[in-house]
């Protein structure tokens, strides 16, 4: 046991000394071929401050040597910035930093610049959306008064539908003449009994008002309007009414 203690010991030393001098030859190394090139803004000497991190004596101004001074070895482009490499946008290859031994890199000012990108591109994205339907917007809709005398022939299929006289109806009534016909509340009431994907009969729709036959008659005047609209299907056998919701 105290032997493979020993052995590990020594391995894990050694992986530090061996890491410790990679990182002394890639700064040694980074130096010599910083010493042969100079400030690209005073001229001034540079000094490697960091991984891939280069400041002038002078102005101390801060780069990165490799996208300032290295070049494409196939078209002599200068280099950019991609995810874990540097890369030719000129013939499109990825390419070795003379001033690292490492080939892979982690940058965390791409990310943070393509997180940016990707943001502001959403924001476009959402606000031309809402642009977009915006202009396809149908104008709000204002419900006009009904006029039941614009539809030919209504009163006396209601009168022949409460088995009534036509002088009864309560159109011409005098005594429910303060009673109006509401077709937001019946058409509210209406989907509020009727389930989906389901049949009912028109006697299954229970009153709103006291007045049976008059509540009769505007249920009926509502589910004319909703089958118009496209909202119910009505199918009527002999003298039964069947509703469905669509």
Not at 189 to 209: A, E, K, N, Q, T
């Amino acid at each position: 046991m105290k032997t493979e203690q020993s052995l590990k010991n020594w391995g894990e030393y050694i992986y530090k000394k061996a890491t410790e001098l990679k990182e002394k030859v890639q700064r040694l190394l980074t130096q010599i071929l910083l010493s042969k090139h100079n400030c690209h803004q005073c001229d001034g000497r540079l000094k490697l401050i960091g991984d891939r991190l280069a400041e002038c004596i002078n102005c101390h101004i801060r780069f990165d040597p490799t996208l300032e001074f290295q070049k494409c070895l196939i078209c002599g482009e200068k280099l950019v910035k991609k995810t874990q490499y540097y890369y030719c946008p000129e013939c499109q290859t990825p390419q070795r930093s003379i001033f690292s031994l490492d080939n892979w890199f982690y940058f965390p000012e791409y990310f943070t610049e393509k997180m940016r990108e990707s943001r502001k591109a959403k924001k476009v994205r959402i606000e031309a959306l809402k642009q977009l339907l915006a202009s396809t917007k149908s104008p709000t809709y204002i419900p006009h008064q009904m006029d039941l005398k614009l539809i030919e022939g209504l009163y006396k299929s209601l009168n022949e539908f409460i088995n009534n006289n036509t002088s009864n109806l309560f159109i011409n009534s005098q005594e429910t003449s303060k009673i109006r016909f509401d077709l937001t509340l019946y058409r509210r009431h209406i989907l509020d009994v009727l389930p989906s994907d389901c049949v009912i009969h028109f006697d299954g729709i229970s009153s709103i008002i006291d007045d049976t036959r008059l509540d009769r008659i505007f249920r009926f005047i509502a589910l004319i309007y909703m089958w118009h609209y496209g909202e119910i299907i009505l199918t009527q056998i002999d003298n039964l009414i069947k509703v469905e919701r669509i």
